[in-house]
């Protein structure tokens, strides 16, 4: 029985996961507070994690119905995230685990997003092909077993989920975007403008940046021209296109990467496998395609605890000096 606690971003999260890998709660507590400023303020996110986590924690021990006697193991991601926030989690963990005499499992947050694969009566076993995209991370990785990845192609410059965000904001949404432009999206026609498509980006790295810059102008051109009625009247249109782009994309490079691994199997991770059309897209990529529920894609812990069950746990000794860290080597 682990006790995962994940605290990465803006988002506090506690779950327990079970022996079996049956997610057995999984409490995510979002800080609406960010949305006023159109983004994650780090040093908010640091203060909102001190204030809930606690809360998170007993909320996530009452659903499983189980007390801190019954743990055998704490989690905790240890990076890539913000590290004000990272902190939080980080602090409590040791805490709980110190306290108990119980053994604290580090996990990194990327593996955490692969690994919410591993939850669940019907998780999907090593090798297939994963892509993780979400706000920060966007590739493509061979997973061989349970405790690594092997990044096969990444994004030379934004994330997908931060195109969306971004996006969403030249769209006049609420952040984050990417839930925004869905629901903008199932009313528009996604061959209604034709965004570019990283042409030019070799194998199966990715690009999100010009994408922008495209609806920028497109957005720019639409407000100028009084006869179309300007960018809002096409809102659905632009919203749908936009998204088509960077599910085209990433669904592009997953079958490129299926086909050069030879693999037949695939699995989705990170807040944009959330979205509908890709999943659909992604559906029918490969014999055997597993897709997490949404929750378990968007940030949360019970992914850390799914990781966490196949990592060695830190060395006691190291434990009180433990730290986090900001960012990732191996994916941008
Ligand atoms: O994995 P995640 O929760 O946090 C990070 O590790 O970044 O991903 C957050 C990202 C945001 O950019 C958000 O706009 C995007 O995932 N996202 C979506 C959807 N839900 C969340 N993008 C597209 N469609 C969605 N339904
Ligand atoms: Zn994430």
New binding site residues.
């Given amino acids: 029985m682990i006790l995962a606690l994940e605290t990465s971003?803006d988002d506090t999260c506690a779950a327990v996961v079970d022996g079996a890998g049956i997610v057995r709660s999984n409490v995510i507590s979002s800080q609406a507070v960010h949305d006023a400023y159109g983004g994650v303020v780090p040093e908010i996110a640091s203060r909102q994690h001190l204030q809930l986590m606690n809360l998170v924690v007993d909320d996530a021990l009452a659903q499983a119905g189980v007390g801190l006697d019954d743990l055998e193991a704490v989690a905790v991601t240890r990076g890539p995230g913000l590290t004000g926030a990272l902190l939080v989690g980080l602090a409590t963990a040791k805490a709980i685990a110190i306290a108990r005499g119980l053994p604290l499992i580090p996990v990194d947050h990327l593996q955490g997003?692969v690994a919410a694969n591993f939850l669940g009566p019907d998780a999907l076993e090593p090798p297939f092909v994963c892509l993780v995209a979400?706000?920060?991370h966007s590739f493509v990785a061979r997973v061989d077993d349970h405790t690594s990845f092997t990044v096969l192609g990444r994004t030379l410059d934004d994330a997908a989920?931060?195109a969306?965000?971004k996006g969403a904001r030249l769209l006049g949404l609420p952040f984050?975007?990417?839930?925004h432009?869905?629901r903008l999206a199932a009313a528009g026609d996604p061959a209604a403008f034709a965004f570019p498509v990283a042409r030019g980006v070799p194998g199966l790295d990715m690009s999100f940046a010009g994408l922008k810059t495209s609806l920028l102008y497109t957005v720019r051109d639409l407000d100028r021209d009084a006869a179309s009625g300007g960018a809002a009247a096409r809102g659905a249109d632009l919203a749908a296109s936009y998204q088509h782009a960077v599910v085209d994309q990433l669904a592009r490079r997953t079958e490129r990467a299926l086909e050069q691994t030879g693999l037949d199997r695939l699995a989705i991770g990170?807040?944009?496998a959330?979205?509908g059309p890709l999943r659909e897209r992604l559906s029918r990529a490969a014999s055997v395609v597993h897709i997490p529920g949404r929750a378990l894609c968007?940030?949360n812990a019970a992914m850390i605890g799914g990781a966490a069950r196949h990592l060695p746990a830190a060395d006691p000794a190291d434990v009180p000096g433990l730290d986090v860290y900001a960012t990732d080597r191996r994916a941008r």
């Fill in positions: 971003c997003h979400s706000g920060g989920g931060e969306l965000d984050p975007g990417g839930p432009v869905e990170g807040g944009v959330a979205n968007t940030d």
